[in-house]
């Protein structure tokens, strides 16, 4: 064995080669730093003058009737979808205008909870038989003690008064009264809660994530009752605003990590938020990683698991998607069903998990590697087998797996695009057709068309698919090392893998701990999921207030 590897070490040139690309892989790394720290310089005093800037100075709503209906129709009666409808209040002998956007209104709840009501007698509903004259007195009374409407703000402010309208608030303007009154009475049509299509479980619950945040906030609060469970709403969005919630487990977050969040957020400056994955991009350590430094779900139950390990979610109203920060490594490869099964399943689950995504990673560059530089390592009846079934190929190993990666590429983005009913088959079809079709032709050899289905399915199985995407961008990097040096470039491919990761970071949490830094006690839900009675403690890396679960 000793001699085959002996005979089969590169010369000289090959080592230069391997060093000189070290070398270049090292210069592209601090060019990259330098050139960051120049951007952070630039951007520094930008970010400091918005810290320091102060809010203009808001109109505000007037006595005058007239001149607020003016004001509010100056700024947003441009748009079609706002709907003014005018009447007389009976009690007060006075006008009143419901402002609101056809389309995100309930308009029989405002037709009779709120237009019947004030174009009756509100008198009829005093019991104690005074009369209200005073227009002020008039709007306490009608929100306090007749509309029956759970929601109800005052708003005095006109811009703040123009943007509730414009977000689903019905506004009455009532003569004399120096403000407005916003009603809640959103009636917008959402999609029924249904299994997320991209987490899909065999053991758990079936419920997912919808675009409604409300919903997703209640469903949080739906997955059991506790006073620790803080959410905090924030708006982003320079020109067209979003809600986005914080929601943590206040007795256990890290402070310093709920403080660095909430900076990150604040600092986000663009106009419009349309998905979680903006936000995503705004608050990750390092843009320049292949690796996804928070974690993407649909799932409830995975959300309040995080949150009870000390970790922070952020949801988006407009997305079914949430974020847990921070990540690590192995949660991209672990999945809820982990913890549903017993141990054991769960255990051989994961390990299955860590060695498919080895195998997605390094099984066409190890082709080649042994195909185009190291045949000697493989045994000689299998070598004899692979020499035979490559006869007649035209290309080079690296070409030929290219071409077979590249078609399973473009037929997987087909499949996800086309209709559900067409998009499997499709992709079946297309691959057993092209992969025989290829063969039959000499295009590809047959052991090959086993690697890369091989590599296809283990693929498949990583749960969370923004990890699987990754794997596969650095699948080509592997090719393209192990077609320059062999086994030396798949060597220098995985170090290199393996000292960016570790330096890595999420939101201060090293992204492979508990592999390094080591910490004992989080490898109970590693590599091995231990049984539960044992996880008695949350994870050190994430330094919580309360360590001990209960």
């Known amino acids: 064995m000793w001699s085959i590897i002996i005979t089969h070490l590169p010369n000289w040139k090959v080592c230069v080669q391997a060093v000189l690309s070290l070398v270049i892989a090292l210069v592209l790394y601090y060019v990259n730093k330098y050139f960051r720290s120049l951007v952070e310089k630039k951007n520094a005093p930008a970010q400091k003058a918005r810290r320091g800037e102060r809010p203009a100075e808001q109109a505000h709503l007037s006595d005058e009737y007239e001149e607020n209906l003016h004001a509010i129709k100056q700024a947003i009666s441009s748009n079609s979808d706002v709907h003014f409808r005018e009447f007389q209040v009976a009690e007060l002998q006075a006008r009143a205008m419901l402002i609101y956007v056809d389309g995100m209104q309930d308009e029989e709840m405002i037709s009779k909870y709120v237009m019947k009501i004030l174009m009756e007698d509100v008198k009829q509903d005093m019991t104690d038989g005074s009369v209200l004259f005073n227009p002020l007195e008039f709007s306490a009374y009608f929100q306090n003690k007749v509309l029956p409407v759970c929601e109800t703000y005052e708003a005095k402010e006109l811009h703040g008064l123009n943007q509730s309208i414009l977000i689903g608030f019905t506004a009455l303007l009532i003569e004399g009264v120096p403000h407005a009154l916003l009603i809640g ?98 608050i990750e350590d390092d843009y320049l990683s292949p690796f996804q430094q928070a974690q993407n779900t649909e799932r409830p139950d995975r959300v309040i698991s995080g949150l009870l390990e000390g970790r922070i979610a952020i949801l988006l109203d407009g997305t079914p998607f949430a974020l847990i920060v921070p990540t690590t490594f192995s949660m991209l490869l672990q999945s809820p069903e982990d913890y549903y099964d017993r141990w054991l399943p769960g255990t051989l689950l994961r390990m299955l998990r860590f060695f498919a995504a080895f195998l997605a990673l390094m099984s066409p560059a190890l082709y080649i590697s042994f195909i185009s530089f190291h045949p000697g390592l493989i045994p000689t009846e299998l070598a004899v087998t692979i020499i035979e079934t490559r006869q007649g190929v035209p290309f080079p190993s690296l070409i030929e797996v290219m071409i077979l990666e590249i078609s399973i590429e473009i037929l997987r983005e087909a499949g996800i695009r086309l209709p559900k009913p067409i998009g499997p088959a499709m992709g079946i079809v297309g691959g057993l057709i092209i992969g025989e079709a290829a063969v039959q032709a000499g295009i590809v050899s047959p052991f090959l068309v086993i690697v890369v289905a ?48 570790s330096k890595l970071k999420s939101f201060g949490v090293p992204y492979v701990t508990p592999i390094s830094p080591f910490r004992f006690n989080d490898w109970k839900d590693l590599f091995l999921r231990t049984p539960l009675p044992f996880m008695t403690k949350r994870p050190d890396m994430m330094k919580t207030q309360d360590k001990k679960r209960r």
């Open 185 to 282: 009475t959103s009636g917008m049509k959402t999609r029924a809660i249904s299994e997320p299509s991209s987490e899909a479980l065999l053991r758990g619950p079936r419920i997912g994530f919808t675009e409604v945040l409300s919903e997703n906030t209640s469903m949080l609060r739906r997955q059991g009752y506790s006073e620790d469970l803080e959410i905090n709403m924030y708006e982003v969005g320079a020109r067209i605003k979003r809600k986005l919630v914080i929601a943590y487990m206040k007795e256990i977050v890290n402070p310093d990590l709920l403080q660095e969040v909430r900076d990150r957020v604040g600092k986000i400056n663009m106009d419009f938020i349309a998905e979680s994955g903006y936000v995503e991009q705004f």
């Open 454 to 501: 091989v590599t296809a399915i283990s693929s498949f199985s990583i749960p969370v698919y923004s990890a699987g995407i990754t794997l596969r961008i650095l699948r080509f990097v592997g090719m393209l090392c192990a077609a320059v040096l062999g086994m030396f470039g798949t060597i220098l491919f995985i170090l290199f893998i393996c000292g960016h990761i």
